[in-house]
């Protein structure tokens, strides 16, 4: 049974940071396709970041220069380093494994 379970999100000031972690069981992060995901309230779902198995990523351009996705193999764990947040980046974020399997979300709210 794959589990994914998100952590990290909060409140921020714009310009802040935080960083997002996605912990994985039933599967071997490492040998799949990780992305992370966001939904802002009235807004489709929206792919944020990938790393392949390559260990290569991939980003969208509205948060290029400005999070990193990363992964640590012998955790299990895809993370998500987010910098100068921005209001814009208030959503609730997903990581999801495959295009099939899917965290709970963990909410970001940047405001001051």
């Known amino acids: 049974q794959v589990q994914l379970v998100e952590s990290g999100g909060g409140l921020v000031q714009p310009g802040g940071s935080l960083t997002l972690s996605c912990a994985a069981s039933?599967?071997?992060?490492?040998?799949?396709?990780v992305g992370w995901y966001r939904q802002a309230p009235g807004k489709e779902r929206e792919l944020v970041a990938q790393?392949?198995?390559?260990?290569?990523?991939s980003y969208a351009e509205f948060v290029k220069g400005r999070f990193t996705i990363s992964r640590n193999n012998a955790k299990n764990t895809v993370y998500l380093q987010m910098n100068s947040l921005k209001p814009e980046d208030t959503a609730v974020y997903y990581c999801?494994?495959?295009?099939?399997?899917w965290g709970q979300g963990t909410q970001v709210a940047v405001s001051s």
């Open positions: 039933g599967i071997i992060l490492r040998f799949n396709v």
């Open positions: 790393i392949f198995s390559s260990g290569g990523t």
């Open positions: 999801n494994v495959r295009t099939e399997y």
